[in-house]
Structure formats: C-alpha cells, structure tokens
C-alpha cells in the first residue's frame, strides 16, 4: 500500500486542527447556554423579559468575543447558533419590557 495512514484529526468535537482551545470552547459553551436561555425565557413568558434581555446581551457579548478570537470553524459555527438565538432572545426581551422593566 502506497499510501500512509494518518489518524482521524477531523473527529474532535471543537478542535479540527488537534490542538485544545480552552478559552474559545468555554465562550462557546457560555454563548450556547446564554442564547438557549435568553431564546426560551423569551418565548415563554412575557414577563420573564429582564432574564431574556440580559441573558441575551451577554450572549451577544460574549459570543463577538467568541468569534473575535476563535480558531476552528466548529467553534465559528456553535458561536453562530448562540449569537442568533441571544440576538432573538435580546430582541424580544427588549420588546416585552426592557433591561430595567421600565424604571428608567
């Protein structure tokens, strides 16, 4: 056989490249469960807008820190899918009532 085997450097889960990347797959886990949790607290209740809000703008900050430094482009894409529901969660939190709910 001509060819050399070569070990399988693309079945890792975040890092395709085989090296570890702990910062960028903790803002990754951190945008993921911020989004998840600003997108359902949004969709559920109205009146859980402070959570969805806030949730969701740390989402969105975390996750353009994310993608700001991040390397691989499975860490690209899980911080996509984060920025999107935090950005929707974000939006609707706004809509029901705001950051303050309506102090200021």
């Known amino acids: 056989m001509a060819q ?5 450097t693309a079945g890792g889960l975040f890092a395709t490249d085989g090296k570890p990347h702990p910062l ?12 998840i949790t600003s997108f359902l607290t949004a969709m559920i209740d109205d009146d ?17 820190y994310g ?6 482009t499975r860490e690209r894409f899980g ?9 929707v969660g974000f ?5 029901h009532g705001g950051l303050f709910g309506g102090v200021f």
């Open 79 to 87: 911080l996509i899918l984060g920025l999107g529901a935090s950005g």
């Open 91 to 95: 939006f609707l939190g706004m809509a």
């Open 24 to 35: 960028q797959d903790t803002l990754l886990a951190v945008t993921l469960v911020l989004g």
């Open 4 to 8: 050399a085997l070569r070990p399988n």
């Open 67 to 72: 993608q700001w430094i991040s390397v691989t």
């Open 48 to 64: 859980l807008h402070l959570l969805s809000s806030w949730t969701g703008l740390v989402g969105i900050l975390t996750g353009a």
